[in-house]
């Protein structure tokens, strides 16, 4: 082997970026597409009249459900395109392969947190801005006003379930409850993120598969 040729090999990375951060693009924005769908279903099962919309339990449950399943779909789409985008090394053993494949697949889903954490923190500044007009103040202040009455209700009934509730006053039930709601939320969030790992890994594996054989999805024929 030519000396050119054995120091080409020897720094050349075996990481192909271009098509992690293009999976990664693709995750993030459809992942913020369905958050933005699921932010406008949350908002029409609250109220901030008493006895409607749906309970704080609830809501928290059916909010984790939404976001695993948002992790599911965005980072297996993520991780199946930079696979299918990825190049094979030819001298690697097929088990090599599907090993480097998901690994791309895995780096996908960690750009892609990195991203919409980013993300998040740049548009709170946006948020507070926004919160200072009259009317989104309005609009923020509603959801607020909508969440604080339903965990007052909920802070209320927990004696009826809880005989050890009943000594405590309704300040103190109010933030036993929110503690509550956001240990499950915590939680979900986290699982649903190592959930959006694996799927992003075993999809990725799948589309290098189907890119060693060859195998055409109808989807993406155009022809």
């Known amino acids: 082997m030519p000396e050119s040729a054995a120091v080409s090999s020897r720094y050349t990375s075996n990481v192909d970026w271009a098509a992690v951060l293009a999976g990664a693009v693709l995750a993030t924005a459809i992942g913020l597409i369905l958050m933005t769908f699921g932010a406008g279903l949350g908002l029409s099962v609250t109220s901030p009249y008493e006895g ?6 609830l809501y928290a449950i059916a909010a984790g459900v939404w976001v695993l399943w948002v992790q599911l779909v965005s980072f297996s789409i993520g991780g199946y395109v930079a ?5 094979r090394q030819p ?3 097929e088990h090599e392969v599907d090993v480097r494949d998901g690994l791309h697949g895995a780096l996908v889903w960690g750009v892609g947190v990195i991203a919409a954490g980013m ?8 948020a507070a801005a926004a919160a200072s007009d009259s009317a989104s103040s309005n609009v923020t202040a509603s959801i607020a006003q909508a969440a604080g009455e339903e965990i007052d209700q909920a802070a209320a009934e927990e004696p009826a379930v809880n005989a ?11 933030a036993e409850v929110a503690r509550k709601l956001t240990i499950l939320a915590t939680f979900i969030t986290a699982a ?3 959930a959006g790992a ?7 594996g799948s589309g290098g598969r ?3 054989k060859d195998i055409h999805l109808k989807f993406f024929v155009l022809r």
């Open 83 to 87: 696979a299918r985008l990825r190049q």
């Open 164 to 174: 050890n509730a009943a000594d405590e006053s309704l300040s103190e039930r109010r």
């Open 198 to 204: 694996a799927a992003a890994f075993f999809a990725a």
């Open 119 to 126: 993300i998040s923190f740049a548009t709170l500044g946006g």
């Open 192 to 194: 649903s993120l190592m």
């Open 52 to 57: 409607e919309g749906a309970s704080p339990a």
């Open 91 to 93: 001298e690697l053993t």
């Open 210 to 212: 189907h890119r060693d």
